[in-house]
Each structure stands twice: as C-alpha cells, then as structure tokens.
C-alpha cells in the first residue's frame, strides 16, 4: 500500500504546476485524498482534499488558484497550481483517509495513508 506524489520543481512566481498523487496496492475509490504542504520549522497545512463523491475542498491561501480533481481509473488524484507565489513553495505531500469532514482532513486527522512529498519552488 502506497502513495507517491510526483510533479514538483521549480516554477516562475505567476506559473503552473500540476502536482499527481498515485496509489499503488489499493483503490483510492472510496477514499478521501487530502494534498498537506509543510516547510522546514512550520507546521503541515492541509491545502485541499476531494472526497471520494468528489466534493472539494481548499484552504484559503490556495483557493481560487489551484484545483483538485481525482480518476479513480488511473487511481490518481491530481493538483493544478495555476498563478503560483513564492510562498507556495514547500514540500507537498499527498494522503488517503476515509473522513469527509474538511475540518479533520486539513488537519490530517483519519488519514490512513501518506505518501512521500515532492518539492515545490516558486522563485525567479
């Protein structure tokens, strides 16, 4: 059982990037995928989820410039980041859980499965 996040690097302040996290062993169907980014010293942020009827959700720093969607065929979940800022740069990670509660997700609470993160850098 096993999350991987992938898609991170460097990007220009006003940029894009699309952010996949993949399963391997299971089926994200029935789960919740929540996306957390962390920088050295502060604490994990919950960013956004989507839940397994595919309401979603975002933290207001990123709302309204990125955008989760999930194909549970590819058993991906995918994280557009559009109009990217220098303070969007961390490590992102991606999770599975079963709660649908934003509130729980955001804190990773119920998450049952994490993944590796993958670098964000937002710099000229």
């Known amino acids: 059982v096993q999350l991987q996040a992938s898609g991170g690097g460097l990007v220009q302040p006003g940029g894009s990037l699309r952010l996949s996290c993949t399963a391997s062993?299971?089926?994200?169907?029935?789960?919740?995928i929540g996306w957390f980014r962390q920088v050295p010293g502060k604490e994990r942020e919950g960013i956004s989820c989507?839940?397994?009827?595919?309401?979603?959700y975002y933290s207001d720093p990123v709302k309204g410039r990125f955008t989760i969607s999930r194909d549970n065929a590819e058993k991906t979940v995918y994280l557009q980041m559009d109009r990217m800022k220098p303070e969007d740069t961390a490590v992102y990670y991606c999770a599975a859980g079963y709660s649908s509660t934003w509130a729980f997700v955001a804190r990773g609470y119920g998450m049952d499965y994490w993944g590796k993160g993958t670098q964000v850098t937002v710099s000229s």
């Open positions: 062993g299971f089926l994200i169907d029935y789960y919740t």
């Open positions: 989507i839940t397994n009827d595919e309401k979603t």
